[in-house]
């Protein structure tokens, strides 16, 4: 089985929407204690281009989660499986997250940093791929809408491939 991958965001599409959503968010927290939360793994290489163009200063921090089902779609059972390390209570946060599909993840994330006492809980997703979405959900900063299909690279997989690519990719499955 191979297959085949169409482009959908160039390496030069991202690296002008990251440095535009840099902006914004050093812009609106900047004069707080703000905490960037990747979400691994798909998050990390857009965290890592966000963070480096923030005009202000942030700590980075990770968590994990683990949602357990169908392989390409949140199954809405979510376990933390990396928690934070540094203390969050007080702290504005930016959760940084790769795509946000059915929403499952992103709103359950944001009600559990909420409890860790938070002070402001805000999203920035790369891609929001609103035609799943299962949650009513505010995303505060987004890269890019796209409307369906399934996409890799720059840090998404599929079956943990295609991570490693500089650009964003549909992927078109080949019987
Ligand atoms: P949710 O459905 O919004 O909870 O998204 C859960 C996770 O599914 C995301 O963080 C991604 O890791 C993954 N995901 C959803 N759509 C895609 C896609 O098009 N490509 C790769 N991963 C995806
Ligand atoms: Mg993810």
């Known amino acids: ?20 959503l840099a ?13 960037l939360v990747g979400i691994l793994k798909g998050a990390f290489i857009f965290l890592s281009d966000l963070a480096r163009q923030m005009t202000c200063s942030c700590y980075l921090e990770f968590v994990r989660v683990a949602s357990y089902g169908a392989s390409t779609e949140s199954s809405g059972n979510i376990e933390l499986t990396k928690a934070p390390e540094m203390e969050l209570a007080g702290h504005d946060v ?12 992103v709103r359950w994330l944001k009600d559990y940093l909420a409890e860790l006492g938070c ?5 920035c997703a790369l891609i929001d791929k609103p035609e799943r979405r299962k949650v009513d959900l505010e995303l505060d900063y987004v890269g890019f809408r796209v409307p369906k299909g ?23 499955r080949q019987g």
Do not use: C
């Open 1 to 20: 089985m191979s297959d085949d991958l169409k482009l959908v965001l160039s390496p030069e599409d991202i690296n002008r929407r990251v440095s535009e």
């Open 150 to 172: 399934f996409l890799v690279g720059y840090g998404l997989d599929y079956n943990e491939q295609y991570r490693y690519l500089p650009g964003v990719y549909e992927i078109v």
């Open 23 to 35: 902006a914004e968010i050093s812009q609106d927290l900047g004069a707080r204690d703000l905490v």
């Open 119 to 123: 002070r402001r809980v805000r999203v």
């Open 94 to 105: 930016v959760v940084v997250e790769d795509i946000v599909d059915t929403g499952l993840t």
